[in-house]
C-alpha cells in the first residue's frame, strides 16, 4: 500500500533541496581559485613535510608518472579547504536560518564561522606542528625504507583533515557553552 504524499510536501522538499543546492555551489565555489593557489605554494609545503626525510638520508619515491601532479593537486585542495571553511560554514548557517529564530541563528551563525576558522586552524596547527616531524616518527631507525610519497601524503592529509575537524568541534562546543553561559546570566538578572 503506497500512501500519496500532499502535493505541497512534496514541493517544500524540493525548494529546500535546491535551495542546499544553492548554498553549498555558493560555499565552494570559492575552492577552485583558493585550490590554483594552493598549487601555486604547494611545493613549500611538500618541502616542509618532507624535508625531514633529507636529514635521514631516504630516498623518496614516486611510483606513477602522474604522482607529482597528483600531490600538487592534493595539496591545493587541502590549502583551499582550510582558506574556504569559514565562508562554507556560513553558507550552511544561511541555508538552516529560516527554521532558527533570530536570537539562535546569531548564535548559531558564530558557532559556524568559529568552527570554520578553529578548522582552517586545525590544518595550520598540523601543517607547522605536526609537518617536520611527521615522517621521522614513522621512518626513525628504519635505514632500508622505501618511503612512498603518495601514501606518506596520503596519512598526513588523514591527519590534517581529522586535527581540523577536532579543532573545529572543540571550538564550537566551547563557543556554545559559552554563549549558554551569558544566556542564562542574562536570564538571572532580567
Request: hydrophobic residues 55%.
Amino acid at each position: 500500500m503506497s500512501r500519496k504524499q500532499p502535493k505541497g510536501v512534496a514541493t517544500l522538499l524540493t525548494a529546500h533541496l535546491l535551495e542546499l543546492r544553492k548554498r553549498l555551489l555558493i560555499g565552494l565555489l570559492p575552492i577552485i581559485p583558493l585550490m590554483v593557489l594552493g598549487v601555486w605554494f604547494s611545493l613549500p609545503v611538500l618541502e616542509r613535510i618532507f624535508g625531514s626525510v633529507r636529514l635521514l638520508g631516504l630516498p623518496l619515491h614516486l611510483y606513477s608518472l602522474t604522482d607529482g601532479l597528483t600531490l600538487r593537486l592534493r595539496v591545493g585542495f587541502l590549502i583551499g579547504l582550510g582558506l574556504d571553511a569559514p565562508w562554507l560554514a556560513v553558507q550552511l548557517m544561511m541555508f538552516a536560518q529560516p527554521g532558527l529564530k533570530k536570537s539562535e541563528f546569531r548564535y548559531s551563525a558564530a558557532a559556524a564561522i568559529v568552527a570554520g576558522l578553529a578548522f582552517a586552524g586545525g590544518l595550520a596547527f598540523c601543517y607547522f606542528t605536526v609537518a617536520p616531524s611527521f615522517v621521522l616518527v614513522f621512518a626513525a631507525g628504519k635505514e632500508n625504507l622505501l618511503l612512498n610519497v603518495e601514501k606518506t601524503f596520503s596519512a598526513f592529509e588523514t591527519a590534517s583533515i581529522f586535527l581540523g575537524a577536532v579543532f573545529a568541534l572543540i571550538a564550537m562546543l566551547l563557543y556554545l557553552l559559552y554563549c549558554r553561559r551569558l544566556l542564562k546570566i542574562s536570564t538571572r538578572k532580567g
